[in-house]
């Protein structure tokens, strides 16, 4: 037998061949007690296989959860039935968009098998690709505007300060608010060149110090008085980005949080959380590589929660839920991770946000610097 295969008698053990499944499988008793969880399960209840085992389907499930109905459909008739567009919830994971498939077990009244489908990954990436598309239509936009809107614009304050000088005063009002909105245009131009091709600097960075950079200059500015949670894996590989980009986009996920916070009036907390997940990855476009991203920052926050129907639009240029804001903020968060290659997810409900940024880390290709 060749080195790691399996013999006659593992072959034949349906808990062997469940249990490599990449998609998590419970079997439950007639109790709804958990019988069996494979390692995928593990992965996305994030319990451990003893705890799961321990449990019944009330612990991971509230009891008026659709997938109760399902079950009792199963035990009294038969055969297989699926359910879409489910959601799991608990403190330790929250996941939208699930599929659950329910088998009965001829062999075993009363028990079923339970097969489920996380989408979210996929619609992450359906998401990146719009952020990637919106990123682009800014860029050009900031191109456009910095050549054709700039110039005339320091014409027209020009003459406007000429006007304030040689006119009356009540003129003069008019003249001065010519000169602020000029300033006001002038200032979200700017603010979009930002979207523009700028030198970047791409090396080798530890993601800590870089998140402990970004805790310091929120703790004395925009999140005062916030309390921040830190919840790093020590073990991760460097990342490979650009350093003062990367700052940028913390920055803004972190005042975005410490903005959602203030906004309920009650005390609040940031949570900062690093960790390594290596199976996402992304083919490169034009080539038959791969870029993995098992690198992992999540900026999480106790605040109102994101609107479902804001949530899709979130990285789109010109969207603010905020009376003062310009909407380019998280723009200019998805057009920085779209340059570094990375991917987005969002997660929100009442009283917990979280924002993860999926990066690559230093390869072979990378030298560490």
């Not at 997938?67 to 009294?76: A, I, K, P, S, T």
């Not at 055969?79 to 959601?87: D, K, M, N, Y």
């Not at 001829?106 to 097969?115: E, K």
């Not at 979280?354 to 390869?363: A, D």
């Given at each position: 037998m060749k080195p790691g295969a399996l013999s006659a008698t593992e072959r034949s053990d349906p808990g062997i061949l469940l249990d490599s499944l990449p998609v998590p499988v419970l079997e439950l008793g007639p109790d709804d007690g958990i019988r069996f969880a494979n390692s995928a399960a593990e992965e996305f209840f994030a319990m451990s296989r003893h705890q799961l085992c321990q449990g019944a389907l009330q612990d991971?499930?509230?009891?008026?959860?659709?997938?109760?109905?399902?079950?009792?459909?199963?035990?009294?008739?038969?055969?297989?039935?699926?359910?879409?567009?489910?959601?799991?919830?608990?403190?330790r994971?929250?996941?939208?968009?699930?599929?659950?498939?329910?088998?009965?077990?001829?062999?075993?009244?009363?028990?079923?098998?339970?097969?489920?489908y996380d989408s979210s990954t996929a619609r992450t990436l359906d998401r990146q690709m719009?952020?990637?598309?919106?990123?682009?239509?800014?860029?050009?936009?900031?191109?456009?505007?910095?050549?054709?809107?700039?110039?005339?614009?320091?014409?027209?304050?020009?003459?406007?300060?000429?006007l304030e000088n040689a006119v009356s005063d009540q003129d003069r009002e008019l003249a001065t608010l010519i000169c602020d909105e000029v300033d006001r245009i002038d200032a979200l131009v700017e603010r979009m060149g930002m979207f523009g091709e700028a030198p970047t600097d791409y090396r080798s960075l530890n993601i800590h110090r870089l998140l402990e950079h970004v805790k310091l200059l929120a703790n004395q500015g925009f999140a005062a008085g916030i309390r921040i949670v830190e919840r790093y894996d020590p073990s991760l590989p460097h990342v490979w980005g650009d350093r003062d980009q990367l700052v940028q986009v913390l920055i803004n996920l972190v005042k975005n949080a410490a903005e959602a916070i203030r906004e309920t009036?009650?005390?609040?907390?940031?949570?900062?959380?690093?960790?390594?997940?290596?199976?996402?990855?992304?083919?490169?476009?034009?080539?038959?590589?791969?870029?993995?991203?098992?690198?992992?920052?999540?900026?999480?926050?106790?605040?109102?929660?994101?609107?479902?129907?804001?949530?899709?639009?979130?990285?789109?240029?010109?969207?603010?839920?905020?009376?003062?804001?310009?909407?380019?903020?998280?723009?200019?968060?998805?057009?920085?991770?779209?340059d570094h290659g990375g991917v987005i997810e969002v997660e929100?409900?009442?009283?917990?946000?979280?924002?993860?940024?999926?990066?690559?880390?230093?390869?072979?290709?990378?030298?560490?610097?």
């Open positions: 991971l499930v509230p009891s008026d959860h659709p997938l109760f109905l399902l079950v009792q459909h199963l035990r009294r008739e038969g055969g297989s039935v699926t359910e879409h567009e489910l959601a799991f919830s608990s403190p994971f929250h996941r939208e968009g699930v599929t659950v498939q329910g088998a009965d077990v001829p062999d075993c009244p009363g028990s079923i098998l339970l097969t489920v719009a952020f990637r598309s919106a990123a682009r239509s800014v860029s050009g936009m900031a191109a456009m505007l910095a050549h054709e809107v700039r110039n005339p614009l320091s014409g027209i304050k020009g003459a406007a300060q000429i009036g009650k005390p609040g907390e940031i949570t900062l959380m690093t960790s390594y997940r290596p199976g996402i990855r992304m083919a490169v476009p034009g080539t038959t590589q791969w870029r993995h991203l098992p690198l992992v920052v999540t900026v999480r926050d106790t605040g109102p929660g994101i609107s479902e129907t804001i949530r899709p639009h979130l990285f789109e240029p010109f969207l603010s839920t905020k009376m003062s804001g310009s909407g380019l903020g998280l723009a200019l968060v998805g057009k920085i991770m779209d929100s409900r009442p009283g917990r946000t979280e924002i993860s940024l999926y990066l690559p880390v230093v390869s072979e290709d990378h030298p560490v610097t």
